[in-house]
């Protein structure tokens, strides 16, 4: 027969084990969640960067195609600017994305604690409408990879089920379950521009090195009369030129990390969460960014 001890020890170790269970999960989530918030702080680190190495470029190609004429020169430079401000309304925007996804998957971790804000889900839903109508803003630039957009979309396994733990907040399961397509299809959106603005931050790249080669060490060694005092200058010029080139390898590590982050998203909805996997590819996000940064230095 079973005494009433023995049924309250095993309501006990039942009670003990659900909590330990749930502080699991809700610590799950929490680090995902930052793991999501450090890769949008360090991607807009790099659209930062990514922006100033434009400008770099395009004032290189202003100079090595400068003319004697004063009007052809004006209207090559307002060319230049025209296409330079599209490219900086698209950064902008797609910084503007990034930071209310960041917001999302911070209420996200309002949602995951027991005592969440009852405004908590209406604020992920406020969230969502901005981001959503920042698509169709990024998608209007011209500059938008939209055959990239569509391809990705098209490749991309949509999310069947959600797998979260049942012993977290059903208001976090809730919101999960009803935006999971829509913010695939956001990350989707980011992985497109991101791959579209590493792939052309990688050719400015290659462009400045090759036209401050030419113009700064080229045509000085050219001469032949590079003197002892200029010689130390001379050598740490070539060296921080020539090293652009790996800042460019590291960019195109940062092409997949993209990818990872969308497909950590996926896994995590799914319940195949990895903090060893989420902490690697936030290292090598952060690897990425002070790379690009160092190059703007």
Same mark, same amino acid.
């Given at each position: 027969?079973?005494?009433? +001890?023995? *049924?309250? %020890?095993? $309501?006990? =170790? @039942?009670?003990?084990?659900?909590?330990?269970?749930?502080?699991?999960?809700?610590?799950?989530?929490?680090?995902?969640?930052?793991?999501?918030?450090?890769?949008?702080?360090?991607?807009?680190?790099?659209?930062?960067?990514?922006?100033?190495?434009?400008?770099?470029?395009?004032?290189?190609?202003?100079?090595?195609?400068?003319?004697?004429?004063?009007?052809?020169?004006?209207?090559?430079?307002?060319?230049?600017?025209?296409?330079?401000?599209?490219?900086?309304?698209?950064?902008?925007?797609?910084?503007?994305?990034? +930071?209310? *996804?960041? %917001?999302? $998957?911070? =209420? @996200?971790?309002?949602?995951?604690?027991?005592?969440?804000?009852?405004?908590?889900?209406?604020?992920?839903?406020?969230?969502?409408?901005?981001?959503?109508?920042?698509?169709?803003?990024?998608?209007?630039?011209?500059?938008?990879?939209?055959?990239?957009?569509?391809?990705?979309?098209?490749?991309?396994?949509?999310?069947?089920?959600?797998?979260?733990?049942?012993?977290?907040?059903?208001?976090?399961?809730?919101?999960?379950?009803?935006?999971?397509?829509?913010?695939?299809?956001?990350?989707?959106?980011?992985?497109?521009?991101?791959?579209?603005?590493?792939?052309?931050?990688?050719?400015?790249?290659?462009?400045?090195?090759?036209?401050?080669?030419?113009?700064?060490?080229?045509?000085?060694?050219?001469?032949?009369?590079?003197?002892?005092?200029?010689?130390?200058?001379?050598?740490?010029?070539?060296?921080?030129?020539?090293?652009?080139?790996?800042?460019?390898?590291?960019?195109?590590?940062?092409?997949?990390?993209?990818?990872?982050?969308?497909?950590?998203?996926?896994?995590?909805?799914?319940?195949?969460?990895?903090?060893?996997?989420?902490?690697?590819?936030?290292?090598?996000?952060?690897?990425?960014?002070?790379?690009?940064?160092?190059?703007?230095?």
């Amino acid at each position: 027969m079973v005494t009433k +001890r023995r *049924l309250w %020890s095993v $309501f006990l =170790v @039942l009670i003990a084990t659900t909590t330990i269970a749930g502080c699991g999960s809700t610590k799950r989530i929490r680090d995902f969640t930052q793991a999501m918030t450090d890769y949008t702080s360090a991607l807009d680190k790099l659209l930062i960067a990514s922006g100033k190495l434009r400008i770099e470029s395009t004032s290189e190609q202003l100079l090595r195609d400068d003319t004697d004429n004063s009007e052809q020169d004006v209207q090559q430079y307002q060319r230049t600017r025209d296409v330079l401000d599209q490219r900086f309304k698209l950064l902008s925007g797609l910084r503007s994305h990034i +930071r209310l *996804l960041g %917001s999302y $998957f911070s =209420v @996200l971790t309002e949602l995951a604690d027991s005592n969440a804000p009852e405004n908590a889900s209406k604020n992920a839903g406020v969230l969502v409408d901005e981001i959503k109508a920042l698509n169709k803003t990024l998608r209007s630039n011209p500059t938008f990879p939209e055959a990239r957009y569509e391809a990705l979309k098209g490749a991309a396994v949509p999310i069947f089920r959600i797998a979260v733990s049942s012993r977290i907040n059903r208001a976090l399961r809730e919101e999960l379950n009803l935006r999971k397509e829509t913010i695939q299809n956001e990350l989707l959106l980011q992985q497109s521009l991101l791959e579209a603005v590493i792939d052309d931050t990688k050719s400015d790249l290659e462009d400045l090195q090759e036209r401050r080669e030419n113009r700064i060490l080229v045509q000085t060694y050219g001469t032949g009369i590079i003197d002892s005092g200029q010689q130390e200058i001379w050598i740490k010029q070539r060296q921080d030129i020539l090293s652009l080139r790996n800042t460019v390898f590291e960019l195109e590590e940062a092409s997949k990390i993209a990818k990872e982050f969308r497909q950590i998203y996926e896994d995590f909805v799914q319940g195949q969460y990895s903090a060893d996997r989420i902490k690697s590819v936030t290292d090598q996000m952060q690897a990425v960014t002070q790379a690009a940064e160092k190059a703007i230095e």
